[in-house]
Structures are given as structure tokens and as C-alpha cells.
């Protein structure tokens, strides 16, 4: 092969490693911003101030580095909205994997009177642009704050509430992902536990969903990652610091501060950022997987 | 209910099973059903209708705690005659089709291609850096590019291009556009891009081995092989896509808050959150915001019937094996 080629002449050759090259060039332009907006990040939280991408000292000449951006980490209140961001996402995790794992179980395995009409409700759900609603569900949690004991748990105003919402409207996803992985089981040791005369619930618990801890565990960390990062429900449905997540944190902090201190702000963010690199670089290949399965469209 | 499950095939084939064991099948599957509908029906059938019988009143922070005031389709009528209704429609579009145009299809597909002809290892690690916007946290994605558009000195554009002579600039401020569509396409890319490289993945080998055999070009190949053979995944991306833009506006309230200046960037999903729930002056126009935002949930709706019916996917759902022991 090498040799035949080599008898064409070197303009061939040329235009062979023009041809071969020219996508990597293509996708590294492509990707630039993306590496200089995480460079900028990086760099901005080290140093006192940035002009482009270059850090600058206090004489206003390249370098100066600092660690005094991540002061923030000795204020009680940071602390406070992290708790409140990971309560968001653990609520996700283990609400939409309990409740979209119970119904798709039933979707999976059951027949009733219903299934169908549930099961293209939720695919047109999954469809249906669920931010849509959120005036009216401003209403709902209004509602379900003037009721007794949930009201200070899931009402307006409530870490609570606004993981509830996020629960809900991640559900459609969820049970469509959920039954996809039971179909995908084998029914033999089931049915035998069925005649051995389990009920179904301990069949579910015992024998399917250990069966599936890698379905479980891929949404487990969508889900852990949309409500870490979620902005939009917690920004609409929460009224100052008390019940913020870090993601409204940091957007009171760019838009209350004046002048605002683009670095400090910059090392909140690269704080945020922790979970979301760990889950990046250690399970790469199940992101891309349900990112395409999965994703809402985002945009 | 009873005549339903009477008449299902699986039943009638496993002959007299009393009709009490069959209602407490449906009442066994529905308790593990029940935590769902009840989700989905408090959070999005009620929500669904709340909408809409507040868009019909002139609900707004001023007179909360008065009884509703009905006014029929006042909203709707008011929304069409805003002096910057033809404003903000003229920005939805420009918004749902230069972004899905340049970015969620165009670029995605272009993506797509360039990643699946390259090393696998090498083109898996591209389409995980194009996996990155999507998954960084909205706030801190937006401010990377807040400081990348940045005023001089600061901007890292400017400095970018200092070399090529171009002045530098605000670019947020003077080119709002370019960095609505650029903030928004980059997250909308990679949708798109992971759709298609499975669907370039499945096509056959031999087809594009024989061409290869017969002297097509990669263009040729491209053109006359992957692209007919993926042209569903393209139709579903465009049209799932155009659905999500048309209701997204978490990146532009980030970007610009429809600014700068007035209604610059606003779309339509924008006006009616901003209306209903985030006003400057502290005066919430929930009746007038929801009939702006009803219209989006009855497009919404629309939409999504459709591309169950167009994509099939109720051929996607199967009989389960047993039914009921």
C-alpha cells in the first residue's frame, strides 16, 4: 500500500495529508471557545484581575497569581447554598430513579387498563417543552404552600418545592429510560419468583432493580448533574439567600456586586464546576450515551 | 374498565380468569403507577389548565388577593396589537432558525461527519469536548462567554483579534445577536451532533466500502450514501430542536435579559416569563404573561402530538410478555 502510493508522486502525497489533516484542524477551531472560556475560568480564579487572557498584578503588568478569589470558601453562606444545591440534586437523584423506576416497572411488565394511553403520554410529555409552564406552576406551589404539613416542605420559597418540580418534570424522561432498561431483562427469574408467590413489589426490589444498577446508575447521574447545575427553577422559585442554590448564588453575586469582582466570581464557578469534571473524566462514555437517549434538546 | 380488560386478547386466551382478579391487577399496577400520575398530573395536566384560565383574567400583582376578573380573550387581543409585538415575533425567528440553521443542525451534522471520519479514539474525544457546554452549569457557561464578549481591556475577543487590526470593542453590547445565537448553538450542538454520529455509525460498511471500491469521493460518499440514509434522524433533530428553541430562553435571560436596549434580543419565551414572573418594576402580569405563554403550550402540544405520529412511536411500544399471573 505504501509503496504504491509513494509511485504516485508527492503531490499525492501532499494532498493525502491535506485531506487526512484537515478535519482535526476543522474540529480544533471548533472547539476553541470552549477551551478558552474553561482557560479563562482557570486562570481568572488565581490572579487579582484579567485583561483577555493574561492575568495582571496590581501594577498593572502580566502575573500577580492569588489565592485570595477562594475566600469565599470561609463564608457560612456559601456552605449553605452548596447544601442547598446538593439537596436539589439528591432529591433528583433518588425522586425521578424511585418514581420512574416504579412506573416503568409496571409499564414494562403489566397489562392495565391504561398503559398505552399512559405510555404516548409519555412520550408527548418528553416532547412537550416543559419551562412552558412555569407561570402556572408558580400557582401550584402557591397552592401547595397553604396546605398544612407539606406547605414548609414543597411550598414556594423551598428547596423542598423546587426539587419536587424538578422531579416531576424530569419524569416523562425517566420512565421512558426506565422501561427501556426492564424490557431489556430477562422475565425468567421473575416469573419464578411470581409462582414461588413474592408480591410483585418485593419483586421489583429484590430481583429487577439489581438487575439494572447500571440504567440506575447512568440516570442517577443525569439526573445528579441537572440538579446541581439547575438554574432556571430554583431562580423563578425561590425569593433570596436563604433557599438559593449556587447556581442563583453565583447570579446574584454578577448581578448585586458593583463593579463586580469578575475573579472571585470566576472561583465560585470553578467551585461549581468539581462535580461536574469528576462525573466528565470518569464516565465519559455513559454522559455521551444519555446525553442522546436522554436530553431534553436543552436549547 | 371492565369491558377493556374482557376483551384483551391475552385474557380471553388464558380463558375464565373471574373478572375481580383482573380489577385488582389494574388497581396492583396502578399503585406502582400512582407517585407518577400524581407528579405528572399536579405538575403538568393542572398546571396545563391553570394556564389557560388565568390567561382569560387580568390577574397581576396589583390585585392578587382580589377574586379573578374575568376578560374573556382581552390578553390575546392585547398581545397582538403590543406596539412590539412584530418586534418580538421578528426575533423568535430570526432566533429558532439561525441557531438551528448554523448550530443544532447545520453544525451538528458537520460535526458529526468529521468526527466519525477521523480515528475513533480522536473523534470520541471531540465529541466529548463538544459534550462540555452542555453539562457545564448554565451560570458559569454564560459568564465564560459574558468576559470572552467582554469591553476593553478585558474582553478576550478583542485581544484574540488585536493582531488581524481589529478594534477593539463591547462585542456583547454591539453585536448581541452574533452571542445569543454563538451562547446558545454551542449547548444546542452536541444534541444533534450525538444523534447523527450513531446514525452515520449504523450504516453499513459494504455500502461505502463498495463505493470506495467503485472511486467515489468522500464528498461523493457524503453526499449520496450517509446523507440519504440518515435523513430521519435529521428530520427529528430539526424538528424536535425547532420545538425546544422556540420555548428555551434560559441562555438569552442569562446573556442579555433581552437587552441591550429595548427588546433587542427578547423572544417570545422570554416576553412571557418576564412578564409574568421576573419584572423590574415589581409588577407581575401573570394574566398577560400566560395568554403569551399559552400560545407556546398550544404549539407545544401540537408539535409533540405530531412527532408521535410522524416518528412512529407508538410502534415503539410493546406488549409486555405476561400479563397477569
Known amino acids: 500500500m505504501a509503496t504504491t502510493t509513494r509511485d504516485i508522486g508527492p503531490l499525492y502525497n501532499l494532498r493525502r495529508f491535506l485531506g487526512r489533516s484537515l478535519p482535526y484542524v476543522l474540529l480544533i477551531i471548533s472547539i476553541l471557545p470552549i477551551v478558552i472560556g474553561y482557560a479563562w475560568l482557570i486562570i481568572a480564579t488565581f490572579s487579582y484581575r484579567t485583561e483577555g487572557l493574561f492575568p495582571i498584578d496590581a501594577n498593572g503588568n502580566i502575573g500577580g497569581w492569588t489565592l485570595r478569589n477562594w475566600a469565599f470558601l470561609r463564608d457560612p453562606k456559601i456552605w449553605h447554598v452548596t447544601l442547598n444545591s446538593l439537596g436539589i440534586a439528591l432529591g433528583m437523584v433518588v425522586g425521578v430513579g424511585f418514581v420512574s423506576s416504579l412506573a416503568a416497572y409496571a409499564l414494562s411488565r403489566m397489562n392495565f387498563a391504561g398503559r398505552k394511553a399512559f405510555l404516548s403520554l409519555t412520550l408527548i410529555l418528553h416532547a412537550f417543552p416543559s419551562v412552558t409552564l412555569l407561570i402556572a406552576i408558580f400557582f401550584v406551589l402557591n397552592f401547595i404552600s397553604g396546605i398544612p404539613v407539606l406547605g414548609p416542605r414543597f411550598g414556594y420559597n423551598t428547596v423542598g418545592g423546587v426539587a419536587l418540580v424538578m422531579v416531576s418534570l424530569e419524569l416523562p424522561l425517566g420512565v421512558w429510560l426506565m422501561k427501556g432498561f426492564f424490557d431489556n431483562i430477562s422475565w425468567d427469574m421473575e416469573r419464578a419468583a411470581l409462582i414461588d408467590g413474592a408480591s410483585r413489589f418485593r419483586v421489583w426490589w429484590e430481583i429487577i432493580l439489581p438487575q439494572i444498577k447500571p440504567g440506575l446508575a447512568a440516570l442517577a447521574i443525569f439526573n445528579f448533574l441537572s440538579g446541581w447545575s439547575a438554574f432556571l427553577i430554583p431562580f423563578t422559585f425561590t425569593v433570596g439567600t436563604k433557599v438559593a442554590n449556587l447556581p442563583v448564588y453565583l447570579r446574584q453575586l454578577i448581578s448585586d456586586t458593583a463593579p463586580t469582582n469578575w475573579n472571585q466570581i470566576a472561583a465560585v464557578g470553578l467551585f461549581q464546576l468539581i462535580p461536574v469534571m469528576i462525573f466528565f473524566i470518569f464516565t465519559q462514555e ?14 | 374498565m371492565a369491558e377493556t380488560i374482557a376483551g384483551d386478547e391475552a385474557v380471553a386466551g ?42 382569560l383574567t387580568d390577574l397581576s400583582s396589583s390585585n392578587f388577593s382580589d377574586p379573578l376578573t374575568f376578560i374573556g380573550l382581552d390578553n390575546y387581543a392585547k398581545l397582538f396589537r403590543d406596539r412590539f409585538f412584530p418586534k418580538i415575533l421578528g426575533n423568535t425567528i430570526r432566533y429558532v432558525v439561525l441557531t438551528l440553521g448554523f448550530f443544532n443542525v447545520g453544525l451538528a451534522l458537520v460535526l458529526a461527519l468529521l468526527t466519525t471520519h477521523i480515528n475513533r479514539r480522536a473523534g470520541f474525544f471531540f465529541r466529548l469536548v463538544w459534550l462540555l457546554p452542555r453539562i457545564t452549569p448554565s451560570v458559569v457557561y454564560v459568564l465564560m462567554w459574558r468576559r470572552i464578549a467582554h469591553q476593553p481591556p478585558f474582553g478576550i475577543l478583542n485581544q484574540l483579534l488585536a493582531p488581524f487590526g481589529v478594534a477593539p470593542r463591547y462585542w456583547l453590547v454591539k453585536q448581541p445577536w452574533l452571542f445569543v445565537i454563538l451562547v446558545n448553538g454551542f449547548v444546542g450542538a452536541s ?37 440519504p440514509m440518515i435523513k430521519w434522524p435529521l428530520l427529528f433533530v430539526t424538528t424536535y430542536q425547532t420545538l ?26 422570554l416576553t412571557a416569563y418576564k412578564r409574568a414572573l421576573k ?47
Open chain 2, 279 to 325: 419584572t423590574y418594576f415589581g409588577h407581575n402580569q401573570w394574566g398577560y404573561g400566560a395568554a403569551w405563554g399559552f400560545i407556546l403550550v398550544i404549539i407545544g402540544i401540537a408539535l409533540s402530538v405530531i412527532y408521535l405520529r410522524v416518528f412512529r412511536f407508538n410502534e415503539l411500544v410493546q406488549e409486555p410478555k405476561i400479563d397477569v399471573l
Open chain 1, 286 to 299: 455513559m454522559l455521551l450515551n444519555i446525553y442522546s437517549g436522554g436530553a431534553k434538546g436543552g436549547v
Open chain 2, 244 to 269: 425546544s428553541l422556540l420555548t428555551s430562553f434560559q441562555y438569552i435571560l442569562l446573556l442579555t435579559e433581552g437587552g441591550p436596549g429595548l427588546y433587542t434580543t427578547e423572544v417570545w419565551a
Open chain 2, 14 to 55: 388464558q380463558g375464565q380468569i373471574s373478572r375481580w382478579a383482573q380489577i385488582r391487577a389494574t388497581l396492583g399496577a396502578w399503585g406502582f403507577m400512582s407517585p407518577a400520575a400524581v407528579l405528572v398530573t399536579v405538575f403538568f395536566f393542572i398546571p396545563v389548565i391553570i394556564l389557560f384560565v388565568i390567561s
Open chain 2, 191 to 227: 444534541f444533534g451532533m450525538i444523534i447523527f454520529t450513531s446514525a452515520i455509525e449504523a450504516i453499513p460498511r459494504d455500502y461505502i466500502i463498495a463505493a470506495k471500491v467503485d472511486g467515489a469521493s468522500t464528498w461523493q460518499i457524503i453526499r449520496d450514501i450517509t446523507l
